[in-house]
């Protein structure tokens, strides 16, 4: 295993670039992931790392030695495929041969590796079997063990559990963090699924347009976001448009006055994260912010429920509740106070 | 109960034009086998009696015998270096993206379209002019007459073997890269496996495609060196006994059978 680097590193396809001047250290063992809307460059820069697309401008390097110019076959990257990419052709222990062959490893030895490997992965005694013969949970594992055998210096993962069922999906991702834990493996995924993103990650990049928006751990994402883009795509936030009247004061295009923390006048908008709003039948004292309006739409979630409060013609709010007994929950077309104190919004100029 | 006899209606109507399509390909198949039993030399109905002598025959013309040997190594020839030709070019059509591409593509397969008459024409001028022009054998030549088939062959190679690749994961391709394994090898392990029954399917294609060919053999063959279809129709102008009917039947129990080898191993209704 050993620590990547990602100094400056763009793709640019004549005017359009589709990575953007990205720079990015990832420690020895650490698991990185890149977040994103499809299209946000966050696969070409993981395929960068890879070797299959030469950066227009930047460096990769990986355990101290640049890498940049290195084609795939050179570099001892690991990559697990959206598709699993498995050879048709070959046993699942041919498969997850191949790469040692490739590295000119004695028979006996790839022979034991392959064992191991396919132990490690929960696959013992399927060495015999054809990739068609597997399930899907089955043919990404043998796609993870394929990877893992060239004993790789960074693990890379595209998209890798966006083929499976939603049940599934949750048992493998905890599986590959368990298994990346006890390998120490250096670890890059991609995905564009965010709670796949917050369970793994030891810390993520948000990508948008090509471009880095923000790294950090989980809480930095979803406290502290950096702008508004990663407000709107980490956890889900209502925005009110409006205008900073002076630093905490905000008025909403509805008309509505309201206290925040910081920001520059001019205009902006409010977001705040529907679980940090209270809702009551009477005015909400002890909050910097309470104000009444009308239930327009209510959606059970089970252990949660959504509220949509309409507070002006230009203003909505969802305000999340947890569905506790004896708890207030109101109904569509009542009256209601919805509150928060000043520093649960968060104020993003434009 | 209306419903279920338009059903019904509609399957009987279905099956009937599939057996009338199906008919209509193989009766000549089914006349000609019949005739090469017969045991009178001139063919008319019915039959007065059954033989095998006119199998025998075959092997008592010896133009049939050459005949057949000149298909046979033409074919296999035509076959071996149209595929040594088409894949590469499929392999390119197939991967690379450049500007001729479309047209290239089209251009590979006009030797399908344009008849053999006139491909056949084309090659003898050129023939003719190279001739004069390397002051060399061209004319009449077993190499010049298996560079022409080579032609005809190169259509169904890269119709087949692109077809093919375009089912490949390129994803496998970039997995072997990751592995280790450089784009030589790459090929030879991963895509060539992949592409494996197109290519088998484009090497039956062109064997027989060669085997059969009348019209631009007709131009290119030289004294004494003839395929068997040429004989065929030589021979038919002669005498119209069912010896052809013999030899007909020969070639389809060829034919046929290597198409039921291949599919053994590569199912070909998948491929073409």
Redesign the interface.
């Known amino acids: 295993m050993a620590d990547l680097a990602l100094n400056g590193l763009s793709k640019h396809y004549g005017d359009f670039y589709a990575v953007r001047d990205v720079s990015l250290a990832i420690a020895d063992g650490e698991f990185l992931v890149l977040l994103g809307p499809s299209g946000c460059g966050k696969t070409t820069t993981l395929r960068m790392v890879?070797?299959?697309i030469e950066p227009s401008a930047g460096e990769v390097r990986l355990g101290g030695q640049d890498v940049t110019l290195l084609?795939?076959?050179?570099r001892n990257?690991?990559?697990v495929?959206?598709?699993y990419?498995?050879?048709?052709?070959m046993t699942v222990a041919q498969n997850v041969a191949?790469?040692l062959e490739?590295?000119k490893l004695g028979r006996v030895d790839i022979d034991q590796r392959v064992e191991e490997t396919l132990a490690l992965v929960r696959l013992d005694g399927f060495g015999g079997r054809l990739p068609r013969q597997l399930s899907g949970g089955q043919q990404q594992r043998v796609a993870l063990a394929?990877?893992l055998a060239?004993r790789p210096d960074v693990l890379l993962l595209d998209e890798p559990l966006s083929n499976l069922d939603a049940k599934l999906r949750q048992e493998v991702r905890i599986e590959i963090r368990e298994l990346q834990r006890q390998l120490g493996l250096t670890t890059v995924m991609v995905t564009h699924d965010q709670e796949e993103a917050l369970t793994m990650a030891d810390r993520l990049v948000v990508m948008n347009e090509g471009a880095v928006r923000q790294v950090g751990t989980q809480r930095d994402l979803y406290e502290r976001p950096a702008d508004r883009f990663v407000a709107g795509f980490v956890g889900r936030t209502t925005f009110l448009g409006g205008t900073v009247k002076a630093p905490g004061r905000f008025r909403s295009d509805g008309g509505l006055a309201l206290a925040c923390t910081g920001g520059r006048p001019g205009r902006a908008v409010l977001s705040l994260r529907p679980e940090r709003a209270m809702v009551g039948r009477a005015a909400l004292s002890g909050l910097d912010n309470s104000l009444p309006g009308t239930v327009e739409f209510v959606s059970y979630l089970g252990a949660l429920i959504d509220i949509h409060v309409r507070l002006s013609p230009k203003d909505r709010l969802v305000v999340q509740i947890a569905n506790r007994d004896g708890g207030f929950t109101p109904e569509v077309g009542q009256p209601v106070h919805v509150g928060w104190p000043a520093s649960a919004g968060q104020i993003f100029n434009e | 109960m209306i419903a279920l006899l338009h059903r019904r209606a509609r399957r009987w109507a279905l099956n009937g034009a599939a057996a009338v399509g199906l008919g209509y390909i193989l009766l000549p198949l089914v006349f000609v086998t019949w005739l090469a039993f017969f045991h009178q030399e001139i063919p008319s109905f019915p039959p007065e009696g059954y033989s095998l002598r006119w199998f025998a025959a075959i092997l008592d013309q010896r133009k049939f015998v050459s005949g057949f040997s000149v298909s046979f190594q033409v074919a296999a020839l035509a076959m071996v270096l149209g595929l040594a030709l088409g894949v590469p070019a499929a392999l390119c059509l197939a991967r690379r993206n450049f500007r001729l591409r479309g047209p290239l593509a089209n251009l590979l397969l006009m030797p399908i379209i344009v008849p053999g008459v006139v491909l056949g024409t084309a090659m003898y001028v050129f023939h003719v002019e190279v001739e004069n022009g390397l002051d060399m054998d061209v004319i009449g030549t077993f190499y010049a007459l298996v560079a022409g088939h080579i032609v005809i062959v190169i259509p169904w190679v890269v119709r087949l073997v692109t077809a093919s690749l375009s089912g490949v994961?390129r994803?496998?391709e970039?997995?072997?890269?990751?592995?280790?394994?450089?784009p030589w090898?790459t090929f030879w392990?991963?895509t060539l496996?992949?592409i494996r029954p197109g290519i088998v399917a484009g090497a039956l294609f062109a064997f027989v495609t060669s085997f059969g060919n009348l019209e631009m053999s007709l131009f290119l063959v030289g004294p004494g060196r003839t395929t068997l279809p040429i004989v065929i129709l030589q021979y038919l102008e002669w005498k119209i006994d069912p010896t052809i009917a013999a030899v007909s039947v020969v070639q389809i129990v060829l034919i046929g059978t290597a198409m039921l080898i291949t599919d053994r191993y590569v199912k070909l209704a998948r491929v073409v």
């Open positions: 890879a070797g299959f084609p795939p076959w050179k990257a690991g990559m495929f959206q598709s990419a498995l050879f048709p052709h191949f790469g490739m590295r394929r990877a060239i | 994961d994803a496998t970039e997995a072997a890269q990751n592995l280790g394994a450089n090898i392990r991963i496996p992949a």
